[in-house]
Nanobody
């Protein structure tokens, strides 16, 4: 059974940076390579929303309007990891961040989702506060 594990969250001041990582545990360490991968987040009292997606090849990326120009998604197939580099963080970025396989990232990021083959991680907390 494959599980996704997110890491890299923490407490950071406004304007700071964090890099989140998403890996697969279990038998299939290359599990991420087979899918488009998405990062999602859920802030306290809010619905889950899409943040960023990367295609299986890594050639295509998508970003929510709120993070464009600040966040960068990438994947390292040699290490079987998907990253989310987050710069110039704002208090509004405070949330639990999740990665998911089989991400469908079309239209508004509020409507992005993980498809029928989607696997989710447990999430990593990001807190932006002075």
């Amino acid at each position: 059974q494959v599980q996704l594990v997110e890491s890299g969250g923490g407490l950071v001041q406004p304007g700071g940076s964090l890099r989140l990582s998403c890996k697969a545990n279990g038998r299939r360490l290359d599990y991420l390579d087979w899918y488009d991968i998405g990062w999602f987040r859920r802030a306290p009292g809010k619905e889950r929303e899409g943040v960023s997606c990367v295609s299986r090849s890594g050639d295509s990326t998508s970003y929510a309007d709120s993070v464009k120009g600040r966040f960068t998604i990438s994947r390292d197939k040699d290490k079987n990891v998907v990253y989310l580099q987050m710069n110039n963080l704002e208090p509004e970025d405070t949330a639990v961040y999740y990665c998911a396989t089989d991400a469908v990232c079309l239209g508004s990021s509020a409507n992005w989702y993980a498809g029928e083959f989607g696997t989710w991680g447990q999430g990593t907390q990001v807190t932006v506060s002075s």
